[in-house]
Nanobody
Framework: QVQLVESGGGLVQAGGSLRLSCAASGRAFSSYYMGWFRQAPGKEREFVAA????????YYADSVKVRFTISRDVANNTVYLQMSSLKPEDTAVYYC???????????????????WGQGTQVTVSS
């Protein structure tokens, strides 16, 4: 099966920047949307951003609009999350996800997605 391999997490000071990457590998990869979610200890998994693979339309949670940018490299089956002006409340494990089946539920819901990465820790210090 296809695997999603994430990288780019780490420790950064408030106001700093990080870029997360998620590369899809394996045969017959196909996705309608790619998404980023995050989860802090004791909290629900939260939608961050999503991008339509065909055309590149982007969608963001209100909490990250302007500060974060999602993009994709079609040739390399890779999605990115560029994060700037980071705040301590951005601290979480970040997961990328692939919408392979195109279920008829909102792209902001985890249940829309069929394949998930392993997660990468982002810690923002103050």
């Amino acid at each position: 099966q296809v695997q999603l391999v994430e990288s780019g997490g780490g420790l950064v000071q408030a106001g700093g920047s990080l870029r997360l990457s998620c590369a899809a590998s394996g045969r017959a990869f196909s996705s309608y949307y790619m998404g980023w979610f995050r989860q802090a200890p004791g909290k629900e998994r939260e939608f961050v951003a999503a991008i339509k693979w065909s055309g590149g339309n982007a969608y963001y949670a209100d909490s990250v609009k302007v500060r974060f940018t999602i993009s994709r490299d079609v040739a390399n089956n890779t999605v990115y999350l560029q994060m700037s002006s980071l705040k301590p409340e951005d601290t979480a494990v970040y997961y990328c996800a692939a919408d392979i089946l195109g279920r008829g539920i909102p792209i902001t819901r985890p249940g829309r997605y069929d394949l998930w990465g392993q997660g990468t820790q982002v810690t923002v210090s103050s």
